[in-house]
């Protein structure tokens, strides 16, 4: 398993790995970036201008979104999508698309919410600043309410 934890960010702690984003339906559709693990964030959130490399889901819904700064702004989940990130083993999700600013350098800046997070069973080690694999599914919240 490979972390890419980039030591020359401004902020402490800040996890970027790798992503790729492919179509389940349309073989060689898809994207590969650096994204920010951002717990705050929902789900995988990217910029609007890369939606159409993916190709058609047979799931679109417009929805709002609150940003950090509490601006709610409509955005777009597309869904079923196969998300890989770093070396961890790949999930089917949803992706959120959003009107994104560019950073300094003209790069966008790719967030990996919560959400994606617990479908990948992936979890955040904020000791190690890294990336660990959940070996297993937990179900102990289930069976209480059986």
């Given at each position: 398993?490979?972390?890419?934890?980039?030591?020359?960010?401004?902020?402490?702690?800040?996890?970027?790995?790798?992503?790729?984003?492919?179509?389940?339906?349309?073989?060689?559709?898809?994207?590969?970036?650096?994204?920010?693990?951002?717990?705050?964030?929902?789900?995988?959130?990217?910029?609007?201008?890369?939606?159409?490399?993916?190709?058609?889901?047979?799931?679109?819904?417009?929805?709002?979104?609150?940003?950090?700064?509490?601006?709610?702004?409509?955005?777009?989940?597309?869904?079923?999508?196969?998300?890989q990130i770093d070396d961890f083993p790949p999930?089917?999700?949803?992706?959120?698309?959003?009107?994104?600013?560019r950073e300094d350098g003209g790069r966008y800046?790719?967030?990996?919410?919560?959400?994606?997070?617990?479908?990948?069973?992936?979890?955040?080690?904020?000791?190690?600043?890294?990336?660990?694999?959940?070996?297993?599914?937990?179900?102990?919240?289930?069976?209480?309410?059986?």
């Amino acid at each position: 398993m490979t972390f890419i934890v980039r030591r020359h960010e401004a902020l402490m702690g800040r996890i970027v790995v790798p992503v790729t984003v492919a179509s389940l339906f349309e073989p060689g559709r898809e994207l590969r970036f650096d994204a920010v693990v951002d717990t705050g964030a929902y789900c995988l959130t990217l910029p609007a201008a890369w939606k159409d490399t993916l190709g058609a889901v047979p799931m679109v819904e417009r929805v709002d979104a609150e940003l950090a700064d509490r601006r709610v702004v409509r955005a777009e989940l597309r869904q079923p999508l196969k998300i890989q990130i770093d070396d961890f083993p790949p999930a089917a999700g949803e992706v959120l698309f959003i009107e994104m600013p560019r950073e300094d350098g003209g790069r966008y800046v790719p967030l990996i919410g919560y959400m994606t997070l617990e479908q990948s069973r992936i979890a955040v080690d904020t000791a190690a600043h890294c990336l660990r694999r959940i070996p297993r599914v937990d179900l102990k919240r289930a069976l209480r309410a059986a």
